[in-house]
Every structure is written in C-alpha cells, then in structure tokens.
C-alpha cells in the first residue's frame, strides 16, 4: 500500500505572497498523483493530477504542482495567494489500482 | 449538473441505532466509494465498488456495510453504530475503476453518535 506524507499539516501565510504545500508519497512504481481542496463545510474539489508527460501540472485557481520522481514528491505551488485560497488541502496518490490513499490535510491560511 | 448527493448533512443518533447514510451520483460513473474524515487522520476509505454489486473492503470497513444494486446509488449501513464512529463521512465516485480520472466528491455527512 501507498502512503502519503504532507509535511506541514499548517500553513500561514499573507495574501499575495507565493506559497508551496509539500507532498511526499512512498512508492517509485508508476503512480497518478491528484491534489484536492475542501473549502469549509464543503466536499473536496479536484484541483489538478499528475497523470503521466510534463511534470509540471497546471490546475484551476492558478495553483501548479512539479512531479519529481527521483524525490517521489508532489508539491503545490501558488505564486501569489488570495484570501479565497484558504482551505484545507489533500494530496492522494494511486497506483493504478482500486484505492486511493490521501494524505492527512494541510491547512492553509491565508492573512490579509 | 454533474454531482454526488448525499443524505443527511448532518445526524446525531444513539449508540445501536441502525442508520443509512445515502449517496447517489447522476453522471454514470462505475466506481463509487466512501471515505471517512478525522482530525489528524486525513481520508481513509471505508468500502468501495467497481460496479453494481461489486463492493470491496477499505483499509477501515469494521462497523459497516454497503450495497450496491443500482449503478447510481451506494449507500453505506451502521448496523449497530458507536461513538467511535463518530465522524464525517464523504462518498465519491469515478468513471471506472482505473485511478487516473480523479474523484467527484458530495458534500459530507457529518454523523454524531451519543
């Protein structure tokens, strides 16, 4: 079985400053890897997923995350941060099988 | 609109009171799924299924029970619920089975049990 490491399990950070949430998973076999938001009191949105080519993917709300397979790493990037971004954020990871595994959440908050 | 329903938001029962926690998707997808949240936790899925009646274990099945009889529906059973599963719950689904698709998620089940 995967497993999912989010470093920072807190983030703070002030608007329109960049910020990264970082991701590790365990495995070097062929993974797909998918970063999700979960606003407050709603269901987790798909933001962007690291199928297979370039290894850096582009998402929804200018969020981008960089596959580094040597460092089986995943992490989320955003060059400039809007109040709107504060949620929590989840990292997953299958391997092509029937499960996903998805790591245990980093908060991010964003100041004004 | 492409979603995932769930029903109830929100339920508070007793310790041994059987409840139904419903999850219906509107987009055809095979592969449905729940999951439960806790603090410090992350998501951890509960059961899953590949298509109708093709349901499997998660890495945290004890206490529940699933069906799947129709394509859109999946909903998930507490036979005799405790405090320990007191939590939130989310269904999700995908197209099939093969994990490159992502997940459509519906809005949450928070479950309370006293």
């Known amino acids: 079985a995967q497993s999912v490491t989010q470093l920072d399990s807190q983030v703070p950070v002030f608007e329109e400053a960049p910020v990264e949430l970082r991701c590790n998973y365990s495995?070097?076999?062929?993974?797909?890897l998918f970063w999700y938001v979960q606003y407050p009191n709603q269901g987790l949105q798909l933001l962007l997923k690291?199928?297979?080519?370039?290894?850096l993917v582009k998402g929804i709300n200018g969020f981008e995350a960089e596959f580094n397979k040597s460092q089986t790493s995943f992490h989320l990037r955003k060059p400039s941060v809007h109040i709107s971004d504060t949620a929590e954020y989840f990292c997953?990871?299958?391997?092509?099988?029937?499960?996903?595994?998805f790591g245990t959440g980093t908060s991010l908050t964003v100041i004004p | 609109e492409a979603q995932v329903t769930q029903n109830p938001r929100y339920l508070i029962t007793v310790t041994g009171k059987k409840l139904t926690v419903t999850c219906s998707q509107n987009?055809?997808?095979?592969?449905m799924s729940w999951y439960r949240q806790d603090p410090g936790l992350g998501l951890r899925q509960i059961y899953y299924?590949?298509?109708?009646?093709?349901?499997d274990k998660g890495d945290v099945p004890e206490g529940y029970k699933v069906s799947r009889k129709e394509k859109r529906n999946f909903p998930l059973i507490l036979e005799s619920p405790s405090p320990n599963q007191t939590s939130l719950y989310f269904c999700?689904?995908?197209?099939?089975?093969?994990?490159?698709?992502?997940?459509?998620f519906g809005s949450g089940t928070r479950l309370t049990v006293v």
């Open positions: 999700a689904s995908s197209l099939f089975w093969g994990s490159d698709y992502g997940y459509t």
């Open positions: 495995s070097s076999v062929s993974v797909y």
């Open positions: 690291y199928l297979s080519g370039s290894t």
């Open positions: 997953a990871v299958s391997d092509s099988g029937n499960q996903f595994y």
């Open positions: 987009m055809n997808h095979e592969y």
């Open positions: 299924s590949m298509n109708v009646e093709v349901t």
